[in-house]
């Protein structure tokens, strides 16, 4: 089982930056592909990024070019670095860990874009 512990979410001005972090735990397989999602109220779940364990790299046409997402796999560990925020960005941003047999998502936090 994959345990997911995320940290870095905030409240931001528009135009600024925050960087997300999540470490996985547990027993990890590969491949495996580690991103982040986002939920905006009122609004579904939606793909922000994705990256494989191979550095393969997948994001929404709504930040690229904004965000950059990275991994390190020696710590289990993936990383999203949000630049030129916008009040749209504003939602509980959800990192997910998938397998070929199972996912597994964090408990969520809070990135608020807001003057």
């Known amino acids: 089982q994959v345990r997911l512990v995320e940290s870095g979410g905030g409240l931001v001005q528009p135009g600024g930056s925050l960087r997300l972090s999540c470490v996985a735990s547990?027993?990890?397989?590969?491949?495996?592909?580690m991103g982040w999602y986002r939920q905006a109220p009122g609004n579904e779940r939606e793909l922000v990024a994705t990256?494989?364990?191979?550095?393969?790299?997948n994001y929404a046409d709504s930040v690229k070019g904004r965000f950059s997402i990275s991994r390190d796999n020696a710590k289990i560990t993936v990383y999203l670095q949000m630049n030129s925020l916008k009040p749209e960005d504003t939602a509980v941003y959800y990192c997910?860990?998938?397998?070929?047999?199972?996912?597994?998502w964090g408990q969520g936090t809070q990135v608020t874009v807001s003057s």
């Open positions: 997910n860990f998938r397998t070929f047999t199972s996912t597994t």
């Open positions: 547990g027993i990890i397989f590969s491949p495996n592909t």
């Open positions: 990256i494989t364990n191979l550095g393969d790299t």
